[in-house]
């Protein structure tokens, strides 16, 4: 399944910082369904366009930005996800703001459009369990599967992923214990995102492919805002450690496991 | 007369070889579990040996005996008995049970302890084989006798052989728990930093312990090359050995794409494509031999690919698309097995090409795809027929997104 990408086609792109300041400038992370765009970070530029944070493709750490326009030349999003930046653009245009609601807005319009396929479709109009409980089903996930792996690098990243994965069901117990607050839900937002589709990406995997997904996932986590580090419970979302150099990888998993991943995301709260 | 489990009757094994050819997927897999459930590995062994391209692909979840632990690090060596040849660094399955017999008599308690701890294991249980095979590899490598066990020319084996095959065993027995892991992780490319101090201390055994053990391991390895690279690179003299290992992994690889179902086609034919590409780094001018082994395995498998092609395009999509037409509410179950079925087409196809550039697989999709385009502008935005953007997803993955995006 793994392909690779020739490094020097994002190499003129900027760097984006390993350490935002805000969330604004961490981005939102976007449920594509192109398996290279999956998981990368959507923020306003800027002249109020659409920039796309991608992990360095040369398997450095860091990430790439590069406006949609660019993204859409060189990386050959599906439908759906052209869809999905149609229907983003529309509201920001609206509020000169891109956070997760507004993510979760965009990909019900353009799940409901059928480019998604039909089971993101069905699942446009549904709602079900909460990202808390999948960040706990991930972590004890990632906890068994490294009892299973062979690789001692591997077992390693594992450990680390469940670690931070534990820190952000820690992080959601303490926001929510200030639920009085008016910015509880805006918070816990920012704290959860990107990490149900990385859940997500593990849940819907086939066996072979995990060890490809773990190390795509690593480079996906999407970097705490230093804003977000000083909320109640969030000291601890830092950079996760050992974080590995990674090969580049076109496709870590088919597109078909992207769709099942947005089709379950829409319907998470 | 009760015949020796050992040796089976021609004709009867013949007979069943031949019922396990003409099984369905489903009859084959009750059929592997119930041979899995005999005590004698014989008969059971020389069925399998009739439908093994199509076990691979099919992946029969296997109990994990004691003697398929044992013999787990030599599985790429283990041949047929029939196409068994002293000399080639191979082991006859035939061997298996003799020398499994052997080792129960002469470690019991280790073996009992551990047939307790493998009772109701499942093959693949990775970690589990790894811990026990840690206790029984080494201990049936200092096991080994040094005359043929009972059994051995009972299974037909020739008792002047059994040092070569015991040499074999005992080298790759060895090294297992270090090759194990290497194994597992091969699927993934070549682990650098594990393999390069495994194969020191293999070199520790000689040139003919590193070519056994990089040829146990290269069937396994999604960059095979580059796995004989890195262990051709530890020394000069590794390269030789490094080397033989990779000619005789060519020499009897096979695109191995017979027997699969459509989706397991697509997803083998394009691990085949990413092995061959790895393997064209091992081509040099000294080695024009290798140039004509990479180019028939392109070919052959090309072939294969552009004969599935034309026998299912129909079968799997035109006219399974037109069922969906014509239905005035078609599920959202066949929509997707359609889709479904799109995607290994076209994941063949692009094999194809990638093995052959021939450009003889577009031709195959040419009129469908020509079908769907036309199709995509004239179908309903909503309603529960089969509707714009089914169709827009159908172009999209048999064209691609640029295409799609043209009437999108």
Same mark, same amino acid.
């Given at each position: 399944?793994?392909?690779?990408?020739?490094?020097?086609?994002?190499? &003129?792109?900027? @760097? /984006? *910082?390993?350490?935002? #300041?805000?969330? +604004?400038? !961490?981005?939102? =992370?976007?449920?594509?369904?192109?398996?290279?765009?999956?998981?990368?970070?959507?923020?306003?530029?800027?002249?109020?366009?659409?920039?796309?944070?991608?992990?360095?493709?040369?398997?450095?750490?860091?990430?790439?930005?590069?406006?949609?326009?660019?993204?859409?030349?060189?990386?050959?999003?599906?439908?759906?996800?052209?869809?999905?930046?149609?229907?983003?653009?529309?509201?920001?245009?609206?509020?000169?703001?891109?956070?997760?609601?507004?993510?979760?807005?965009? &990909?019900?319009? @353009? /799940? *409901?459009?059928?480019? #998604?396929?039909? +089971?993101? !479709?069905?699942? =446009?109009?549904?709602?079900?369990?909460?990202?808390?409980?999948?960040?706990?089903?991930?972590?004890?996930?990632?906890?068994?599967?490294?009892?299973?792996?062979?690789?001692?690098?591997?077992?390693?990243?594992?450990?680390?992923?469940?670690?931070?994965?534990?820190?952000?069901?820690?992080?959601?117990?303490?926001?929510?214990?200030?639920?009085?607050?008016?910015?509880?839900?805006?918070?816990?937002?920012?704290?959860?995102?990107?990490?149900?589709?990385?859940?997500?990406?593990?849940?819907?995997?086939?066996?072979?492919?995990?060890?490809?997904?773990?190390? !795509?996932?690593? =480079?996906?986590?999407?970097?705490?805002?230093?804003?977000?580090?000083?909320?109640?419970?969030?000291?601890?979302?830092?950079?996760?450690?050992?974080?590995?150099?990674?090969?580049?990888?076109?496709?870590?998993?088919?597109?078909?496991?992207?769709?099942?991943?947005?089709?379950?995301?829409?319907?998470?709260? | 007369?009760?015949?020796?489990?050992?040796?089976?009757?021609?004709?009867?094994?013949?007979?069943?070889?031949?019922?396990?050819?003409?099984?369905?997927?489903?009859?084959?897999?009750?059929?592997?579990?119930?041979?899995?459930?005999?005590?004698?590995?014989?008969?059971?062994?020389?069925?399998?040996?009739?439908?093994?391209?199509?076990?691979?692909?099919?992946?029969?979840?296997?109990?994990?005996?004691?003697?398929?632990?044992?013999?787990?690090?030599?599985?790429?060596?283990?041949?047929?008995?029939?196409?068994?040849?002293?000399?080639?660094?191979?082991?006859?399955?035939?061997?298996?049970?003799?020398?499994?017999?052997?080792?129960?008599?002469?470690?019991?308690?280790?073996?009992?302890?551990?047939?307790?701890?493998?009772?109701?294991?499942?093959?693949?249980?990775?970690?589990?084989?790894?811990?026990?095979?840690?206790?029984?590899?080494?201990?049936?490598?200092?096991?080994?006798?040094?005359?043929?066990?009972?059994?051995?020319?009972?299974?037909?084996?020739?008792?002047?052989?059994?040092?070569?095959?015991?040499?074999?065993?005992?080298?790759?027995?060895?090294?297992?728990?270090?090759?194990?892991?290497?194994?597992?992780?091969?699927?993934?490319?070549?682990?650098?930093?594990?393999?390069?101090?495994?194969?020191?201390?293999?070199?520790?055994?000689?040139?003919?312990?590193?070519?056994?053990?990089?040829?146990?391991?290269?069937?396994?390895?999604?960059?095979?090359?580059?796995?004989?690279?890195?262990?051709?690179?530890?020394?000069?003299?590794?390269?030789?050995?490094?080397?033989?290992?990779?000619?005789?992994?060519?020499?009897?690889?096979?695109?191995?794409?017979?027997?699969?179902?459509?989706?397991?086609?697509?997803?083998?034919?394009?691990?085949?494509?990413?092995?061959?590409?790895?393997?064209?780094?091992?081509?040099?001018?000294?080695?024009?031999?290798?140039?004509?082994?990479?180019?028939?395995?392109?070919?052959?498998?090309?072939?294969?690919?552009?004969?599935?092609?034309?026998?299912?395009?129909?079968?799997?999509?035109?006219?399974?698309?037109?069922?969906?037409?014509?239905?005035?509410?078609?599920?959202?179950?066949?929509?997707?097995?359609?889709?479904?079925?799109?995607?290994?087409?076209?994941?063949?196809?692009?094999?194809?090409?990638?093995?052959?550039?021939?450009?003889?697989?577009?031709?195959?999709?040419?009129?469908?795809?020509?079908?769907?385009?036309?199709?995509?502008?004239?179908?309903?935005?909503?309603?529960?027929?089969?509707?714009?953007?089914?169709?827009?997803?159908?172009?999209?993955?048999?064209?691609?997104?640029?295409?799609?995006?043209?009437?999108?």
């Amino acid at each position: 399944m793994v392909e690779l990408l020739d490094p020097p086609l994002l190499d &003129a792109f900027a @760097a /984006a *910082s390993g350490k935002p #300041a805000r969330c +604004a400038e !961490r981005g939102v =992370a976007a449920p594509f369904t192109t398996p290279l765009l999956f998981a990368a970070r959507l923020r306003l530029g800027a002249d109020q366009g659409i920039e796309v944070l991608v992990p360095n493709p040369a398997g450095r750490e860091g990430w790439f930005v590069l406006p949609w326009a660019a993204a859409r030349e060189a990386l050959q999003p599906s439908l759906a996800d052209q869809a999905l930046i149609g229907a983003l653009t529309t509201l920001v245009a609206d509020t000169a703001e891109l956070q997760p609601l507004q993510m979760r807005q965009a &990909a019900r319009q @353009a /799940a *409901s459009t059928g480019l #998604a396929g039909r +089971a993101a !479709r069905r699942a =446009a109009s549904g709602t079900s369990p909460a990202g808390a409980e999948t960040m706990r089903g991930f972590a004890q996930a990632l906890n068994e599967w490294l009892l299973t792996c062979p690789m001692e690098e591997d077992r390693r990243r594992a450990a680390a992923l469940a670690a931070r994965v534990a820190s952000i069901s820690a992080a959601i117990t303490a926001l929510k214990a200030e639920a009085a607050r008016t910015d509880t839900a805006f918070r816990l937002a920012w704290v959860l995102d990107g990490w149900v589709l990385l859940a997500l990406l593990w849940h819907f995997s086939p066996a072979e492919a995990r060890t490809a997904v773990l190390r !795509r996932s690593m =480079a996906l986590a999407p970097p705490p805002a230093d804003e977000m580090l000083r909320w109640p419970g969030c000291a601890d979302l830092g950079r996760i450690p050992g974080a590995p150099a990674l090969a580049p990888q076109t496709r870590f998993v088919a597109p078909a496991i992207c769709e099942a991943v947005l089709a379950e995301w829409l319907v998470i709260h | 007369m009760a015949r020796d489990p050992l040796n089976p009757d021609p004709r009867i094994l013949r007979e069943l070889q031949s019922a396990a050819r003409q099984a369905t997927n489903g009859q084959l897999l009750r059929l592997a579990s119930a041979l899995d459930d005999l005590p004698h590995r014989a008969v059971a062994e020389g069925v399998m040996d009739a439908v093994r391209p199509r076990l691979r692909h099919l992946r029969p979840s296997r109990p994990l005996s004691l003697s398929r632990l044992l013999f787990l690090p030599l599985d790429p060596l283990l041949v047929a008995p029939g196409d068994w040849r002293p000399g080639r660094g191979l082991v006859p399955r035939s061997a298996i049970l003799p020398m499994t017999e052997h080792l129960r008599s002469a470690e019991f308690a280790l073996v009992t302890a551990l047939e307790a701890r493998l009772a109701g294991a499942k093959l693949t249980d990775v970690v589990l084989a790894a811990e026990q095979g840690a206790l029984l590899w080494p201990a049936a490598s200092r096991a080994l006798p040094r005359s043929p066990p009972a059994g051995w020319e009972e299974a037909g084996l020739p008792g002047q052989h059994f040092a070569a095959v015991a040499k074999i065993c005992a080298t790759l027995w060895r090294h297992a728990p270090v090759l194990w892991p290497l194994r597992l992780a091969g699927r993934d490319g070549p682990p650098e930093a594990t393999l390069r101090p495994a194969f020191r201390v293999i070199a520790a055994d000689g040139p003919e312990a590193v070519e056994l053990c990089l040829g146990a391991l290269l069937p396994y390895a999604a960059q095979p090359a580059c796995m004989v690279a890195v262990v051709a690179g530890l020394s000069q003299a590794l390269a030789p050995p490094a080397e033989r290992a990779l000619d005789r992994y060519l020499s009897g690889i096979t695109p191995g794409l017979e027997g699969a179902d459509l989706e397991a086609m697509a997803d083998a034919a394009a691990r085949f494509a990413r092995t061959l590409k790895d393997l064209d780094s091992a081509l040099t001018r000294d080695k024009p031999k290798r140039s004509q082994q990479l180019q028939a395995l392109r070919m052959s498998a090309a072939q294969s690919c552009s004969e599935r092609l034309e026998q299912e395009m129909a079968r799997r999509l035109t006219e399974p698309l037109a069922v969906l037409l014509a239905a005035p509410a078609p599920a959202d179950a066949a929509v997707e097995a359609l889709e479904q079925a799109a995607m290994a087409l076209r994941g063949i196809g692009d094999s194809t090409r990638r093995l052959h550039a021939s450009g003889a697989s577009e031709r195959l999709f040419a009129p469908v795809i020509a079908q769907i385009t036309a199709l995509a502008v004239r179908l309903p935005a909503s309603g529960a027929g089969f509707l714009r953007a089914d169709a827009l997803r159908l172009l999209e993955i048999l064209a691609g997104s640029q295409v799609a995006a043209r009437l999108g």
